[in-house]
């Protein structure tokens, strides 16, 4: 899974380190949920989530409910262009309002974890629970992010998360 707005058009085929991983399979970039589905390859498939450059990495045993987000929660950002995973605490479980780079967004959640433009689509989590996917920043602060929520995520794509490896 990734951000919706990061994808092409359907079937297209997505690289990695200059290998073939796969191709886009649905996308949804509304003000719901940005949400997209890449269709890995099952030998390129992981169910890691990597941070601090690549030299850790865990694994999520289970996703967060709709409604599971409060405000004061911890939650954690791994990014595809900052090279560490960042964490900071949940300000708002329903966020709407125009974002960075263009867009407007409702009922996302904002928290105040670092990231930077190329980090969309990235896994937002806790622990091991993952929370959903970083998808903006938000306009009126550029150190407050926004999240689609994990249970939209799916919804949208119509799929579900596979956890608990």
Not at 50 to 68: D, E, H
Not at 86 to 94: A, R, Y
Not at 111 to 140: C, E
Request: aromatic fraction near 10%.
């Amino acid at each position: 899974m990734t951000a919706g707005h990061c994808l092409g058009a359907i079937g297209e085929t997505w690289y990695q380190g200059g290998r073939s991983i796969g191709t886009t399979a649905a996308k949804s970039s509304s003000s719901y949920a940005d949400a997209g589905l890449i269709l890995v390859s099952p030998d390129k498939l992981s169910h890691y989530i990597y941070s601090n450059n690549n030299s850790t990495y865990m694994t999520m045993k289970s996703t967060l409910p709709l409604g599971g987000e409060t405000v004061g929660d911890t939650v954690c950002v791994s990014g595809g262009k900052t090279d560490n995973s960042n964490c900071g605490t949940v300000i708002s479980t329903n966020f709407s309002g125009s974002v960075a780079g263009g867009g407007y967004y409702s009922g996302q959640v904002e928290a105040n974890y670092y990231a930077q433009s190329g980090d969309s689509g990235g896994p937002t989590f806790s622990a091991y629970q993952l929370m959903g996917i970083h998808v903006a920043t938000n306009l009126s602060n550029n150190y407050d992010n926004l999240y689609s929520k994990v249970s939209r995520v799916l919804s949208s794509l119509g799929v579900t998360a596979i956890t608990g490896y």
